[in-house]
Nanobody, 120 residues
Framework: QVQLVESGGGFVQPGGSLRLSCGASGNILRIQSMGWDRQAPGQQREVVASITNPCTVVYGDSVKGRFIISRNSANKTVNLQMNNLKPEDTAVYYC??????????????WGQGTLVTVSS
């Protein structure tokens, strides 16, 4: 079992910034990727950003140039710096991890989500 602890969501005005963090702990042998998805009300979940080993970074088209994802492999954390936020960025943001556990099983898991609200 792996635990994902997310933090950093909240309320911000348009043009503002927020930083999300997610830490993983538990039965992890090796992390293949970590990242963030989001789901806005009435919308499908979409990929925001991800880092795949060793260092491949992918951003969703709507956040390119505004969001920056980073990862600390030693601490098993992934961060998402969100700049120039727009009302359309309002969503629940979910941390995700793809990993191999000590039993050599490949698994994927998502966190419980943290709400980001961008409004004036």
């Amino acid at each position: 079992q792996v635990q994902l602890v997310e933090s950093g969501g909240g309320f911000v005005q348009p043009g503002g910034s927020l930083r999300l963090s997610c830490g993983a702990s538990g039965n992890i042998l090796r992390i293949q990727s970590m990242g963030w998805d989001r789901q806005a009300p009435g919308q499908q979940r979409e990929v925001v950003a991800s880092i795949t080993n060793p260092c491949t970074v992918v951003y969703g088209d709507s956040v390119k140039g505004r969001f920056i994802i980073s990862r600390n492999s030693a601490n098993k954390t992934v961060n998402l710096q969100m700049n120039n936020l727009k009302p359309e960025d309002t969503a629940v943001y979910y941390c995700n991890i793809a990993y191999t556990n000590m039993d050599y099983e490949y698994l994927e898991q998502w966190g419980q989500g943290t709400l980001v609200t961008v409004s004036s």
